[in-house]
Nanobody, 119 residues
Framework: VQLQASGGGVVQAGGSLRLSCAASGRVFSINVMGWYRQAPGKQRELVARITNTGSSDYAASVKDRFTISRDNAKNMVYLHMTGLKSDDTAVYYC??????????????WGQGTQVTVSS
């Protein structure tokens, strides 16, 4: 499985960005796709995730500002970010969790895309 993320960049505080991630390879229909982020000097943290049935959850810090969505037919996941703050500056990683992968549950990571919010 390969994950290719795109859409990062530099945006002013209060602005918006949309991240996209395409999964390819041996992608099963039952999975969870999500976004994590890692700021300099901090641990990687969950931003948002969504199941193949559309159930989603968010980090408290982004709820009501970010929206995660997916296109199952295209194996794509999106993160629409609005009201961006300097605290949102981080490298954003796409994640795919497949509970019924070959030989059991597996997790995959994309290469990361930088989001920088300038004040």
């Amino acid at each position: 499985v390969q994950l290719q993320a795109s859409g990062g960049g530099v945006v002013q505080a209060g602005g918006s960005l949309r991240l996209s991630c395409a999964a390819s390879g041996r992608v099963f229909s039952i999975n969870v796709m999500g976004w994590y982020r890692q700021a300099p000097g901090k641990q990687r943290e969950l931003v948002a995730r969504i199941t193949n049935t559309g159930s989603s959850d968010y980090a408290a810090s982004v709820k009501d500002r970010f929206t995660i969505s997916r296109d199952n037919a295209k194996n794509m996941v999106y993160l629409h970010m609005t009201g961006l703050k300097s605290d949102d500056t981080a490298v954003y990683y796409c994640n795919l969790y497949q509970p019924y992968d070959d030989d059991g549950a597996k997790e995959y990571w994309g290469q990361g895309t930088q989001v920088t919010v300038s004040s």
